[in-house]
């Protein structure tokens, strides 16, 4: 049985893209995740053009950071205020991020463009995630953890506007939350990601924000900053299927359900590791479809 995606303009089997939501979903309760650096690449191995892909997942990430928040305002672990500020950041972003997306859109290099991106984003943090969880599995199990060393954020207070955040118990100015907000809403645009993979380190090591509040408030400015890239692409280049955000998004709740009962038998430094290794794999296979020939190549010839 086929569904013809009315956006992406293709037919593609409802069962298969269901499967695709749930093992995203299902890697999403296992790792922590949002998942959207690993489903548009998927997507778009599946032959959803790469333009479509971005746009449909940005939507339906918002979706699934909606349930996560709700949980995480019961907890009480949600900063309002610094989620404001990365909102603003962000959604200012989101904007630049359409207009260079039209950009490469139109010069016809939107695919290599966003195939790229995630090459470079997927290599970097994958290599760095299998750096650190190798080195935690070959640490003897006898042997003293290492202390992390703190580094003062003194730099960040004596900035303008310098205000406190009760909720993170940091005092710090609004500006780096901003600009980190708006690289994130770059990303969002362009990747159709949540960012959620570069602003939770982001925010324990640079705003030096309290474990306990950071996931809750990155999936609060996740939703606000996901929604505006949606909008706009929708908008703007037509790139939102909701047929197939829809499809996604019942896998997803189903396979995230799996995924955080089974992420829970497996050690912490297990995790990263599987996880780099999936981000790698992905990696690799957008650099192989970068280099390799088309399977149908062709020419284009003048009249005579």
Not at 11 to 19: C, G, H, K, Y
Not at 106 to 115: D, H, P, R, V, Y
Request: net charge positive; with cysteine; aromatic share 10%.
């Amino acid at each position: 049985m086929l569904i013809y995606l009315p956006i992406a303009e293709i037919p593609v089997d409802p069962f298969v893209v269901i499967f695709m939501g749930a093992v995203v979903g299902f890697l999403s309760g296992m790792f922590g995740v949002g998942g959207g650096f690993l489903m548009t690449p998927l997507l778009i191995f599946y032959g959803i053009p790469p333009a479509i892909a971005v746009g449909t997942e940005a939507s339906q990430i918002v979706a699934s950071s909606v349930s996560g928040v709700l949980a995480h305002l019961k907890r009480k672990t949600v900063d309002f205020m610094m989620g404001g500020f990365l909102v603003a950041g962000g959604g200012v972003g989101a904007i630049v991020g359409i207009f260079i997306f039209r950009y490469f859109r139109a010069m016809g290099q939107i695919e290599t463009f966003i195939s790229l991106a995630y090459i470079i984003f997927l290599g970097l943090i994958g290599a760095l995630m299998m750096v650190e969880s190798m080195r935690a599995l070959l640490r003897s199990p006898d042997a003293p953890r290492p202390r992390r060393k703190h580094r003062s954020v003194e730099w960040m207070a004596v900035m303008p506007f310098a205000m406190r955040f009760r909720r993170s118990q940091i005092y710090i100015s609004p500006i780096p939350p901003i600009i980190l907000g708006f690289l994130v809403g770059v990303l969002s645009a362009i990747m159709g990601v949540g960012g959620g993979f570069i602003m939770v380190p982001a925010m324990l090591y640079i705003l030096k924000m309290p474990t306990n509040v950071v996931i809750g408030t990155s999936l609060f400015q996740i939703i606000f900053v996901t929604a505006i890239a949606t909008i706009l692409h929708a908008a703007a280049n037509q790139t939102v299927d909701i047929v197939l955000s829809l499809l996604l998004l019942t896998g997803g709740v189903i396979g995230a359900q799996i995924g955080a009962r089974a992420g829970r038998r497996l050690k912490g430094e297990q995790l990263r590791a599987l996880l780099a290794l999936i981000v790698l794999g992905v990696c690799a296979r957008l650099v192989f479809g970068l280099v390799t020939p088309p399977a149908s190549p062709f020419i284009v010839v003048g009249a005579p």
